[in-house]
Nanobody, 124 residues
Framework: QVQLVESGGGLVQAGGSLRLSCAAS????????MGWFRQAPGKERELVAS????????YYADSVKGRFTISRDNAKGTLYLQMNSLKPEDTAAYYC?????????????????WGQGTQVTVSS
């Protein structure tokens, strides 16, 4: 198993930036494809970005493309999400998730392990 702990959320004004981190412990981090998801009140959890085990393959939701960057440091066992040009509609709880395969997935149910989440609030 792998344990995931997110950090870096907070309150920011529209146009600002935040960097989320997800620290992994337990089994070897590099064996997991990773994803960042978010869930706003009353809405379903959605994939924001994902990354393959080696970091060479990434995916972004259209709503964040060009503004968010996902990356990973396998030596440190940490996943990142750099969020720039934040908008009020980015407000949500953000979760990192691990999938016990090399390739990430677009589907929530394909991820085996989840962190507790970190809140991001963007004020207008």
């Amino acid at each position: 198993q792998v344990q995931l702990v997110e950090s870096g959320g907070g309150l920011v004004q529209a146009g600002g930036s935040l960097r989320l981190s997800c620290a992994a412990s337990g089994r070897t981090f590099s064996r997991y494809a990773m994803g960042w998801f978010r869930q706003a009140p009353g809405k379903e959890r959605e994939l924001v970005a994902s990354i393959s085990t080696g970091g060479l393959s990434t995916y972004y939701a259209d709503s964040v493309k060009g503004r968010f960057t996902i990356s990973r440091d396998n030596a440190k066992g940490t996943l990142y999400l750099q969020m720039n040009s934040l908008k009020p509609e980015d407000t949500a709880a953000y979760y990192c998730a691990a999938r016990d395969l090399a390739r990430p997935s677009l589907e929530v149910k394909q991820y085996n392990y989840w962190g507790q989440g970190t809140q991001v609030t963007v004020s207008s």
